[in-house]
């Protein structure tokens, strides 16, 4: 999510990046399917997103349900097309994908069984690759040996497992999840050194966050758009600025010379200390310690839609 946010604040400063329609049509997928999830999910389980660990390398899963006798893991792809699987290879549109999400949960079906081995738990791991886009179309030749869902199989996958789980229990899911917690890591992966930016080549100003423009009037109290006439308040857009500063920077210390510069001065000094003294732990004199929350995605990813359209 960190790196979503990353390239949709480069988007709307004119420096866009090719990897973002990607990362939003993948965000949105997962976001679908945990929707999906708390719809129908069983009884007795417990549903965990994008699952980092390293057993022993780098592994990488998009969902997780535990049950009280199994562990479900989904690969999910927001595939607008037609896939189709041919001599265990994946082909989307017609093209066969280089990265195959199939190879990747089978890594990560071979990890967690070392760790159930390791904890002595006797459950079966059962990989899923979730075809969540409600128009794509699948056909396979059977020779994977993942099983492939698409969206409107979920309602019945929930319940065929919620009718497993209602067998003799072997571990109560909260226990082995506190087990997996563990083994679980921050993605270590560093977008900023594998997306580089020079912030230079940022365009100034503030934008507006119904429409993208540029042309904004300051006033005492609120940011008004001269192009869509939106008005927001200027608190809320220094808070905005401060979490789009915080993001584009790679080390941990917002300075606030930062968001002077990107602002281009469109908000009082002072003001600006004062705010910062009050919204966040200062570090040292004219140094903060960043955010932690990204409250903004939602709007965000609505203002994208909004810039895709024209």
């Not at 607008?80 to 093209?95: F, M």
């Not at 990989?127 to 128009?135: A, N, S, W």
């Not at 497992?161 to 082995?176: M, T």
Request: net charge positive; proline share 5%.
């Amino acid at each position: 999510m960190s790196e979503l946010n990353y390239l949709l604040y480069r988007m709307f400063r004119g420096d866009e990046v090719s990897k973002l329609d990607n990362l939003v049509r993948g965000y949105r997928g997962e976001q679908d399917f945990a929707q999906i999830v708390q719809q129908f999910l069983p009884s007795n389980s417990l549903y965990m997103q994008d699952f980092v660990f390293e057993m022993p390398g780098y592994v990488q899963i998009d969902g997780l349900l535990i049950t009280p006798t199994e562990i479900h893991l989904y690969e999910i792809k927001n595939y607008d097309a037609h896939c189709s699987i041919q001599n265990n290879r994946l082909y989307y549109n017609e093209h066969h994908l280089q990265h195959n999400p199939m190879i990747q949960l089978m890594r990560a079906t071979d990890s967690f069984n070392n760790i159930l081995i390791k904890e002595q738990i006797p459950i079966t791991v059962r990989p899923h690759l979730v075809l969540i886009h409600p128009y794509g179309t699948f056909e396979t030749d059977g020779s994977s040996g993942i099983a492939v869902l698409t969206r409107h199989q979920l309602r019945q996958h929930f319940q065929q497992i919620g009718q497993r789980a209602n067998s003799k229990w072997i571990i109560n899911p909260n226990k082995l999840a506190q087990i997996l917690a563990n083994y679980r890591i921050a993605d270590w992966h560093d977008y900023h050194t594998d997306l580089p930016l020079d912030l230079t080549k940022l365009k100034r100003g503030i934008y507006c966050l119904h429409c993208g423009s540029y042309r904004i009037h300051v006033s005492k109290h609120n940011l008004r758009c001269e192009h869509c006439k939106s008005q927001t308040p200027k608190i809320e857009a220094l808070k905005y600025l401060i979490h789009e500063c915080s993001t584009l920077t790679s080390c941990e210390i917002l300075r606030p010379d930062i968001l002077f510069d990107l602002s281009e001065d469109a908000f009082n000094r002072k003001w600006v200390y004062k705010i910062l003294s009050e919204t966040l732990p200062k570090h040292r004199r004219g140094q903060y310690h960043k955010p932690t929350a990204t409250p903004y995605l939602p709007i965000m990813l609505d203002l994208y839609d909004r810039l895709r359209k024209n």
